[in-house]
């Protein structure tokens, strides 16, 4: 199983950023798939999770709702996290994860998912 995040960088405050996951090795369209972060000093948490393609249930966690948008595409085995609006507060090591048996309230929590990519940062700042 592999997962490969990428897309982060340098953005300015109020600017767009787009995320890639792409994964193999795994029967994707049977796995949940979430975008986690972590800033310094802080807990991991989770930001947008989208749950199989059998529910397509998704979860967004309070501060980024109307901001930010998780998406599948089955075809490439990839999901995106399309950011907008970004704030310095977003500044933070962006994780994906997947696991095949999550149940929707378990969608943010990360020790619920079994397989991790590498964090790619984004930098929120002007």
């Known amino acids: 199983v592999q997962l490969q995040a990428s897309g982060g960088g340098l953005v300015q405050p109020g600017g767009p950023l787009r995320l890639s996951c792409v994964t193999s090795?795994?029967?994707?369209?049977?796995?949940?798939i979430g975008w986690f972060r972590q800033a310094p000093g802080k807990e991991r948490e989770g930001v947008a999770c989208?749950?199989?393609?059998?529910?397509?249930?998704?979860y967004y966690t309070e501060s980024v709702k109307g901001r930010f948008a998780i998406s599948r595409d089955n075809a490439k085995n990839t999901v995106y996290l399309q950011m907008n609006s970004l704030k310095p507060d977003d500044t933070a090591v962006y994780y994906c994860?997947?696991?095949?048996?999550?149940?929707?309230?378990?969608?943010?929590?990360?020790?619920?998912?079994?397989?991790w990519g590498q964090g790619t940062l984004v930098t929120v700042s002007s």
């Open positions: 994860a997947a696991d095949s048996s999550i149940i929707m309230s378990q969608l943010s929590i990360p020790r619920a998912y079994d397989y």
């Open positions: 090795g795994f029967n994707f369209d049977y796995y949940a």
């Open positions: 989208i749950s199989s393609s059998a529910d397509d249930n998704t």
